[in-house]
């Protein structure tokens, strides 16, 4: 367990989302595989769409710069107004593959995580311990916010709609990776000025040690969060808990 951390020594939590507030399982058999079946469709439906325009120029960005360093990207043969679609598609699946954070792929797996929510065939899911942690945060005058690879809507969406009830109400602000990765310090720095607080001010949960490490050299506090089934991870550096509920 977890030294409780005093309450005057941090002003903001801020939560990973998969393995931390989240089932991996979720993102990993729910979330994922009904984007990745969606995506033809949703391409050649609204390709047109500025917003999804935008985020095919995205992905042609990062075809090119994947080209660039030899990575051996399957064959991109359609346009930026969905037509050819294949084998962008084929592009977005071998990024999945291979777990890539890009963000224009984070940002279409958003909108077409939207739809799945508004029809009812998604419903997000949050370790049973999360909104009580939640509610007791707020109760102490704490902020709440998120930083995950999955795009700031998919992030609004999963806590809109969990079995627990509407949480987005609770949480301060969504950072995503348009801020910066979650390996790199940087990003968490620049969090820290968007919040206006000094990060060592800010307590980052996450279940991944170089997310960590990141933070802590930000100088935000840290805490490793190991959910049931996982793990435990030798000397992380990092206090660990299992539960939010050990945090505070």
Avoid at 102 to 122: D, E, M, N, P, V
Avoid at 140 to 164: E, H, M, N, P, R
Avoid at 218 to 223: K, P
């Amino acid at each position: 367990m977890a030294v409780p951390l005093p309450r005057e020594s941090f002003q903001a939590v801020l939560l990973d989302i998969e393995g931390t507030t989240t089932p991996i399982e979720f993102v990993s058999e729910v979330l994922f595989p009904y984007a990745r079946k969606q995506f033809k469709a949703f391409i050649e439906k609204h390709g047109g769409n500025e917003e999804v325009r935008s985020d095919l120029q995205g992905l042609w960005r990062q075809y090119q710069a994947d080209i660039r360093q030899n990575l051996k990207p399957p064959p991109w043969q359609g346009d930026l107004s969905g037509r050819g679609s294949e084998s962008i598609v084929s592009y977005i699946h071998w990024l999945m593959d291979q777990d890539r954070k890009a963000t224009a792929l984070k940002s279409l797996q958003g909108r077409i995580w939207l739809a799945g929510y508004q029809s009812g065939a998604l419903k997000g899911q949050v370790y049973a311990d999360v909104p009580l942690a939640i509610r007791a945060w707020v109760q102490q005058k704490k902020d709440i916010c998120i930083f995950s690879s999955g795009s700031v809507l998919a992030q609004k969406l999963l806590f809109q709609s969990t079995t627990a009830g509407d949480f987005t109400q609770f949480i301060r602000a969504y950072f995503d990776t348009t801020i910066g990765a979650k390996g790199e310090t940087e990003s968490y720095r620049r969090i820290g000025a968007d919040l206006d607080l000094p990060p060592s001010k800010i307590v980052f949960v996450s279940d991944v040690v170089g997310e960590l490490d990141a933070a802590r050299s930000a100088e935000m506090q840290t805490v490793m969060c190991v959910r049931p089934g996982r793990g435990r991870p030798e000397n992380s550096g990092h206090p660990i808990i299992h539960s939010f509920a050990e945090l505070f």
